[in-house]
């Protein structure tokens, strides 16, 4: 078949669920992940035949796309940082809006010379600890979480990335402390409250880890209330907190660090104008 022909059926299919332009980034991906073809290919031959073998792998990414599975997790890899991330069902596919907060906490600390001691709290896919410690290749990185699913794909991507990662299976709410003291601590823990639901995607919602989105809409700062404590008094005389925030609770966030004594308190919106990430220093 004419890789032209199943380009259009893809539209053809997927048009009425996506829009246009993300289609074309779908299939696209997909040639380039399957066939090994660039985007431009088309342009460049437009009677390109693909065999039948190589058709296959595509209309099964396309009857998953039909059913709202994200194409990163049909693909099994994402980028983040410029760095290749396995994905599955057990792990949040990585935001750009996440990226944003790496790129503070390196540019904060570009000039640090001496050894640092990181902990990331709640592992994910290890986008957050991994991109650290690859950029900061001095740097301790240590990063928690409850899920060993989780702790297994990041694992995963630490081997792929040649960066060393301690990582610890505990949950942040059950901890009082793990022995030292951390120069930065960081966390995008669960934030989305189960009343903004409806606001949501279902691919995000039906395929997506629900113990990494959401919380309660009566304790919707339990992870954050409890990781600041926990930085309180675990972190290093002008130790650093980082947090990605949910959007509409960024000043009752921000009270969290007043109450427990952090200064030079900073909020910062990201790319869409929404408030994201919030920042505090140890007194």
């Not at 088309?42 to 599975?69: G, Q, R, Y």
């Not at 596919?93 to 010379?113: A, G, M, S, Y």
């Not at 690859?134 to 995963?156: M, Y």
């Not at 601590?185 to 989105?213: C, F, G, Q, T, W």
Request: glycine share 4%.
């Amino acid at each position: 078949m004419l890789l032209q022909e199943i380009k259009n059926i893809f539209h053809k299919e997927l048009d009425v669920i996506y829009q246009k332009e993300e289609v074309n980034s779908f299939f696209y991906l997909l040639i380039e992940h399957h066939l090994g073809l660039q985007r431009f290919v088309l342009v460049m031959e437009p009677n390109l035949v693909v065999k039948k073998t190589e058709e296959s792998p595509l209309f099964e990414a396309l009857s998953k796309l039909k059913l709202d599975i994200p194409i990163q997790y049909i693909i099994g890899t994402t980028e983040f940082m410029d760095l290749e991330f396995i994905v599955n069902e057990n792990v949040l596919i990585p935001r750009p809006e996440t990226e944003e907060l790496v790129r503070w906490i390196l540019d904060d600390i570009k000039n640090h010379n001496s050894k640092l001691k990181i902990l990331d709290v709640g592992t994910g896919s290890g986008c957050i600890p991994i991109s650290l410690a690859k950029h900061l290749p001095n740097a301790e990185v240590f990063t928690i979480d409850v899920s060993s699913a989780a702790i297994a794909v990041a694992k995963q991507n630490a081997k792929s990335n040649k960066v060393s990662i301690a990582f610890i299976h505990d949950s942040i709410l059950e901890i009082e402390s793990l022995g030292q003291k951390f120069d930065i601590i960081v966390s995008n823990p669960p934030y989305v409250r189960e009343l903004e639901k409806l606001a949501m995607s279902e691919n995000v919602l039906e395929h997506e880890p629900e113990l990494a989105l959401f919380v309660s809409d009566d304790n919707p700062l339990v992870f954050y209330k409890k990781i600041t404590e926990f930085a309180s008094q675990n972190l290093t005389k002008n130790g650093k907190l980082y947090f990605e925030i949910n959007q509409y609770l960024g000043k009752e966030t921000s009270n969290l660090l007043e109450k427990d004594n952090f200064s030079a308190i900073e909020l910062r919106q990201d790319m869409f104008g929404n408030d994201r990430m919030l920042k505090g220093i140890k007194n």
